[in-house]
C-alpha cells in the first residue's frame, strides 16, 4: 500500500488484481452518498441509470484512474451491462446495477419486482445465461458484481427477498445471496451455474441511496 492509500495496481497478478478491485469498492462505498458525484449526478435525474452513471465516475476518481469504470458496456451478442471495470485496456469485470424495488415501469411495459433476480432484463439471470460477465472477446470472467441502489427497507429485508426470488425460480439452494457484512453499506456474494457448465461468482455490493 503506498502513502496515498492506493495499491500498486500493475504488479498483481488477474486474481489478485480483482481482489484488490473489489476490497476497494468495498471500502469505498460508503462514502458515495455524501460525494459530489453522487449529489451533482443525480440532482434532476434519480433513474438506475444516473445512479450508475454517478457510482462509475465517483469509483473512477477515487482510483485516481487506476481503473476505469465505463457505463453500458458491450457484451455476447447485442447484450450490454451496466458497468464495466477496465485495468488500462483489458475489460477484468463487470457489474449489473439495479434499483430496490424494482421501478414498476412504463404503463405498456411493467417490469418484474424479482428483476434483481429472474425475469426479462433480470440482474442474476443473465449472468446464469451467459450474456453479462464476459470480457471484450466473450471470455467469461469467473468473478463479476451486482449493486443495488436501495430506496426502502434494509439489508435484511432484501436478503430475505432476494433469497426468495431465488427459491420461486426453483434455483438451487446453493445460489442463494450469503452475507459477508452489513454496516453503512451491506456486502455479500453468491455464486451460480452458468448454461455452458461453468460457475460465476457474484459480489453483491448494497447501499442505501434514500
Known amino acids: 500500500m503506498r502513502a496515498d492509500g492506493l495499491h500498486e ?38 433513474n438506475e441509470n444516473q445512479h450508475s452513471l454517478s457510482f462509475c465516475v465517483f469509483m473512477t476518481n477515487k ?12 457484451q455476447k ?3 450490454v451491462i451496466d458497468i464495466g471495470v477496465y485495468h488500462g485496456a483489458d475489460l477484468i469485470f ?14 405498456d411495459q411493467k417490469r418484474d419486482e424479482h428483476e434483481y433476480v429472474y425475469g426479462k432484463g433480470a440482474g442474476i439471470q443473465r449472468f446464469k445465461d451467459g450474456n453479462h460477465g464476459t470480457d471484450n472477446l466473450d471470455n467469461f470472467l469467473k468473478e463479476n458484481a ?3 441502489f436501495l430506496k426502502g427497507d434494509d439489508f435484511d429485508f432484501w436478503l430475505q427477498k432476494v ?11 446453493s445460489e442463494l445471496l450469503e452475507k459477508i457484512e452489513f454496516q453503512s453499506t451491506g456486502k455479500l456474494k453468491s455464486k451460480h451455474s452458468r448454461s455452458n457448465n461453468s460457475d460465476v461468482l457474484l459480489h453483491h455490493f448494497w447501499i442505501k441511496v434514500a
Not at 498483481?12 to 455524501?34: M, R, W, Y
Not at 481503473?67 to 458496456?73: D, G, H, L, S
Open 63 to 74: 482510483c485516481k484512474s487506476k481503473f476505469y469504470f465505463a457505463r453500458e458496456n458491450a
Open 146 to 148: 451486482m449493486i443495488g
Open 9 to 46: 495496481f500493475k504488479v498483481l497478478e488477474p486474481n489478485n488484481l480483482v481482489g484488490d478491485l473489489v476490497a476497494l469498492i468495498q471500502t469505498e462505498l460508503a462514502s458515495f452518498t455524501k460525494s459530489d458525484e453522487f449529489v451533482n449526478i443525480l440532482e434532476k435525474k434519480k
Open 163 to 173: 433469497n426468495q426470488w431465488i427459491r420461486d425460480a426453483n434455483w438451487s439452494e
Open 94 to 107: 463487470t457489474i449489473e446495477a439495479k434499483l430496490l424495488p424494482t421501478p414498476k415501469g412504463r404503463s
Open 77 to 79: 451478442g447485442s447484450s
